[in-house]
């Protein structure tokens, strides 16, 4: 069974950074898309970065520049390093993982809160 364990979120001021990162166990993660949602209070989740297997990263216009997501296969983690952040910035961040050789969906991990304040 796959399964996805968050770390790193928490409170920051304006300006600062955070790095999030997601271990994934039951999954052949070389063969596995990995990406970095968020959802907002009131809003729809939505996709900030995300690393595809042997491809190259892409990212929300919201985010680019500031964030960078990495892979590392070996050690089956995926992390995004978050930089100047912003108040809008602010929601539950979740790690997703999409096995291409699985017909079974994606996977979600639990969900860890960023919050941007002053």
């Known amino acids: 069974q796959v399964q996805l364990v968050e770390s790193g979120g928490g409170s920051v001021q304006p300006g600062g950074s955070l790095t999030l990162s997601c271990a994934v166990s039951g999954a052949i993660f070389s063969l596995t898309d990995m990406g970095w949602y968020r959802q907002a209070p009131g809003k729809q989740r939505e996709l900030v970065a995300a690393?595809?297997?042997?491809?190259?990263?892409n990212y929300d216009d919201s985010v680019k520049g500031r964030f960078a997501i990495s892979r590392d296969n070996a050690s089956s983690t995926v992390s995004l390093q978050m930089n100047s952040l912003k108040f809008e910035d602010t929601a539950v961040y979740y790690c997703?993982?999409?096995?291409?050789?699985?017909?079974?969906?994606?996977?979600w991990g639990q969900g860890t809160q960023v919050t941007v304040s002053s």
């Open positions: 690393v595809p297997a042997g491809r190259t990263a």
């Open positions: 997703n993982a999409r096995p291409l050789y699985l017909s079974t969906g994606s996977y």
